[in-house]
């Protein structure tokens, strides 16, 4: 059975949604900063450097792969 939601509630409950997904953007901002300095300090074509990124910052190979991909992304549109 579903509750009824008070406004000032969904206006809570919005926020607080606001504010999550505010802080996961700057940590994946600041995240992409720390693997751009990385990727200059290891080389973008050494061997296994996704792998020692990640375990660098404490987070997958596959965010590793996404984060790459946004910052070649970001390069090219500047480019």
Do not use: W
Not at 20 to 48: C, D, I, T, W
Not at 51 to 64: H, M, Q
Request: contains cysteine.
């Amino acid at each position: 059975m579903r509750s009824t939601l008070s406004f000032d509630q969904l206006c809570r409950r919005a926020g607080g949604r606001r504010r999550y997904n505010l802080q996961r953007q700057m940590n994946a901002m600041e995240r992409r900063k720390e693997v751009a300095a990385l990727l200059k300090r290891y080389g973008p074509r050494a061997s296994g450097v996704q792998v020692r990124i990640a375990r660098a910052l404490g987070v997958s190979e596959s965010t590793i792969s996404r984060d790459i991909q946004h910052i070649r992304a970001m390069a090219s549109i500047e480019a």
